[in-house]
Nanobody, 123 residues
Framework: EVQLQASGGGLVQAGGSLRLSCVAS????????IGWFRQVPGKEREGVSY????????YYLDSVKGRFTISSDNAQNTVYLQMNNLKPDDTAKYYC????????????????WGQGTLVTVSS
């Protein structure tokens, strides 16, 4: 059974930092694309950052480029999202997602989703 357990959200002031973690289980980590989406009430879920080792490909939402960094610890089956210089517009529930095909990420249609972790950035 595929499971994605996200954590690390919280309340932070604008300009602050948070690191989200997602521990994956039930699949071969190296064989999947994995990454982060976010959603605010009333809006569609949007891809924030995701990557695939094969083919090697990493995506960042334009508005987070230079502020967010995605990384992974394959030995721990964990993907991270380091978020720096946070802005109030980054406030959202952040979801970890995984799929064998990175092609499913641009349409926000990965097969597997975690439960989400809430990030709130105050001004």
């Amino acid at each position: 059974e595929v499971q994605l357990q996200a954590s690390g959200g919280g309340l932070v002031q604008a300009g602050g930092s948070l690191r989200l973690s997602c521990v994956a289980s039930g699949f071969t980590f190296d064989d999947y694309a994995i990454g982060w989406f976010r959603q605010v009430p009333g809006k569609e879920r949007e891809g924030v950052s995701y990557f695939s080792s094969s083919p090697g490909s990493t995506y960042y939402l334009d508005s987070v480029k230079g502020r967010f960094t995605i990384s992974s610890d394959n030995a721990q089956n964990t993907v991270y999202l380091q978020m720096n210089n946070l802005k109030p517009d980054d406030t959202a529930k952040y979801y970890c997602a995984a799929d064998p095909l990175i092609d499913n990420f641009p349409t926000a249609a990965p097969l597997f989703w975690g439960q989400g972790t809430l990030v709130t950035v105050s001004s």
